[in-house]
């Protein structure tokens, strides 16, 4: 397996697909929001308490992104590492392990929100939470928050939805580590070589830093650190119960 080369002439259809369809998400919000409609607060995955949360925002998530950058990353990694797993598994694989790893992602992001919003909520007045929950929507669209800081972070909590593919490109991150962990990457600051596997490793315990670091932060560390969590289980199912997987 260590000698596998893909096809570098070809991108396989769901990793293409995938990228067609995370760029035609970002110019429909580029277009939309020309109409004073924000698709990211629309399909963005909000807090299942807040009153914007809606069941199909735990896909959509998937294809939005917070700007031409976020996006660019993504689908670089996606494009990087996606199109050998997807070389090796298979199509029909590889779509199961991109979502599963991206559903893993939002459901302990969720978890993690849920013991935040536990936290803040038991300091509060029913009075404040009501008033948060009934105003803090239209506050935050006019680029305002409250003063007051339990009420200012439940306001965050609620409104400010998650958007990107980076939890189930980190589960593909994961699972190119696991299949091809010796291949030596090029990191390009500091520019040297290092292992696949302790790439994966050094990256989740970076990440599992900044979340317990800086929580409340615009980045989604524990979606990063699910979409591994998903990844490693799914392929270690799959490596038990599957005759040959890898």
């Keep these: 397996m260590q000698n596998f080369r893909p096809n570098l002439s070809s991108i ?46 735990i896909v959509t998530h998937m294809f939005m992104h917070g700007g031409f950058t976020h996006l660019l990353f993504n689908m670089f990694a996606l494009w990087m590492f996606g199109r050998i797993l997807e070389s090796v598994w298979g199509p029909r694989r590889f779509f199961i ?19 935040e919003y536990q936290s803040v909520v038991s300091q509060m007045s029913p009075e404040q939470i009501d008033l948060v929950m009934q105003n803090g929507a239209s506050i935050w669209m006019q680029g305002k928050n409250y003063t007051d800081p339990l009420m200012g972070k439940l306001n965050l909590l609620l409104n400010v939805p998650t958007v990107g593919a980076s939890g189930a490109v980190f589960g593909v991150l994961l699972g190119f580590g696991m299949l091809f962990p010796n291949t030596q990457l090029m990191l390009l600051f500091p520019p040297i070589p290092i292992k696949a596997k302790y790439f994966v490793i050094g990256y ?25 969590l998903f990844g490693y289980l799914l392929i270690r199912y799959w490596n038990k119960n599957t005759r040959n997987f890898y």
């Design 97 to 115: 392990y991109y979502f599963a790893t991206g559903l893993g992602a939002a459901v302990l992001h969720t978890f993690v929100n849920w013991i």
């Design 204 to 228: 989740g315990i970076l990440e599992l830093y900044l979340g317990l670091s800086r929580p409340g932060s615009n980045v989604a560390h524990f979606a990063h650190l699910g979409g591994m």
């Design 12 to 57: 396989p259809p769901v990793v293409k697909n995938l990228i067609i369809i995370n760029v035609l998400m970002l110019l429909a919000t580029y277009v939309m929001s020309m109409q004073n409609i924000d698709l990211a607060r629309i399909l963005g995955l909000h807090y299942i308490a807040s009153p914007k949360f809606e069941p199909y925002q």
